[in-house]
Every structure is written in structure tokens, then in C-alpha cells.
């Protein structure tokens, strides 16, 4: 999930171009645009993006820079209470370096902040060195890091002990309900679009599994997961707080049991850099770190008082 966007605003090109909220007309230039940005962008689906536009979510929102009659360059946003996360931004390569991104950014930051939105999160790539120069220049911060770890399901420790009435229930993304209780959620982003994107999925063509697990009759974690060939992605991990690292090997052989068949696949997870006991269970298992990427927030609240502080500065100047 990167919400990383590698245009240079430094030049003064003009353009006429509006911003606004995605409408169906606009979903085959989203997709044009996410397709040409693939280098920086996880590949999603145009059924994907469409769902989010019918929906008209208050929660998961697309917003748009039209000019010269197509999309020049989208943002994907979530939102959650005081809090907010960029999932993926982009603009035509054609047209980067007019300040497109830039005017499309501080849109949604201003819409984001006048409904009551204290801080947006984003994630960058960390090859994406370019993006992050110009987030830290528009005021964002570097929290920390979350890490993608991957490994062959033939070299996952599967002994453990305990495992005896572990239950799992596996199920379409489209019929399942997860349990409605506080989980410890491995990467940060979960926290914001998991419930959304469950609600997605159940309007759209995509596919994912879910997959719970109990020990007894406690929740052991729940997880929810997509399939491509050999593939395995983890695209959202929570854990009970009681006993964690326990909960995780439970949650992992519970998948490389019931989810690997007669070939081995690749497990992939991401987990936050701060979860240091998750990590190093993971790594005691078999996984390795295989990728990461930045996680940064901007204080808009801090941002607005800023803007009111130098127009007063200006006020006085004048007086």
C-alpha cells in the first residue's frame, strides 16, 4: 500500500485543471493513471476502484484532478474518525512537474481537515526516495517503518506446541464477518481499511479469503488474504492481545495448513518496525525482511494553525 507520488512540483507550467470527488466516467482514467505509475503503485483492479466510487463512502473516497478533459492524477484516502490514510496517489507521467500533485494534495488535506481529521498517514516505498523529498517538504514526518516479510511455506517451523483445539474457519471475503473485538493489527494501515475494504469487496468482482482462528473459545486472530498463483499476500493481520506471539504462530500455521496445498507458495506479511516481538517471531520461523516501506504523518491541525498564525504576522505587518 504506498501512498507515494513522484512528481516534481518545482516547475511553473500552467494548467487549467479542477479537483473533485471520482465519478463513474472518471474510473477508466484512474485506472490509465494507476497503470502508468505501476513502478510506485501496487497494482488494483478496475472493478476495485469502481466499487469505491459507486459506495460514495465517507470512509474510503477517490478524488480527482481533471484537466485538458481527462484524469490527470487521483488520490485514494480512508478515513477514520480524527484519523486519515492515503492508500495510493499518483499522476500521469505526462503531465508531472505542473504541480498537479501538490494543488491535488493540499485538496484533500483541507477537505480532510475541515471535517475534524487531526492527522494523515501515508506509506512510501523506500526505493521511492523521490517521493519522500517531497512529502518531508510538504510537512510530513517519518513515524516509522513497516517491513514486508516473505518465506517459502516448505521453510516455515511448524512445530509447536499447544496447538491441540485450535479451530479455523475459512470463508469468502464476500459472506464472512470478522468478530467485533479489539485485535492488535500487525500493520498500520489495517487500522484504517480493513472494515471498509470488507464492505468493498462484498460490491465488487475481487476476491479474498478469510480466515479465523480460535483456540477453544478465544479469539486467536483473524486474517484476511489474497491468492495469485504461488503467492500468498497477508493483506491484513490482527492478533489477540492476550499472549501475541503465540497468537501469531497459531494465525501462520493456520494458514500454511489449510491455505498450501501440494506446492509450496510464498507467505508474504507486512508488520510495523515498531512490533519488534512479531518480527522476531516471524524471522525464528523461517521469514526474512524482503522489502519496506516509510510510514509518515502531517499534523493538519499544526498545519492550519501555521497558515492563521502567518496570516496574523501579515495583518500586523500591514497594520
Known sequence: MDGSESEDDSSNHSLDISIRRARISDVDGIVSVYSSSIDYLDVESRD??????????????????????????????????????????????????RGIGQHLLNYVEKVLATEGVERVYLTVKNHNSRALGIYI???YRISNIVLILEASSGDIDSSMDRLDSVAVKIDSIKRSVFPKVRLLDTAIWSNYTWDVDDAIYRASTEEAIAITVYRGRRLVGVAR????????????????FYKPTESLKMAINAI???????????????????????LRTLISMGFKVVDSEYVLYKDLLENIDNEIQQEQEMVAVHR
Open 225 to 240: 488474504i489474497s491468492i495469485n498463483q504461488n503467492r500468498i499476500v497477508v493483506e491484513r493481520l490482527a492478533l489477540s
Open 48 to 97: 476495485w476502484i469502481e466499487s469505491i466510487v459507486r459506495r460514495r463512502s465517507r470512509r474510503a473516497r477517490i478524488y480527482v484532478a481533471i484537466g485538458d478533459g481527462s484524469v490527470l492524477g487521483f488520490i485514494v484516502v480512508y478515513k477514520k474518525r480524527s484519523r486519515a490514510y492515503i492508500d495510493a496517489f499518483a499522476v500521469d507521467p505526462r503531465y508531472r512537474g
Open 256 to 278: 500454511k495448513m489449510r491455505l498450501v496445498q501440494q506446492s509450496d507458495k510464498i507467505i508474504a506479511i507486512p508488520v510495523d518496525s515498531t512490533k519488534s516481538s512479531l
Open 137 to 139: 517538504r510538504n510537512g
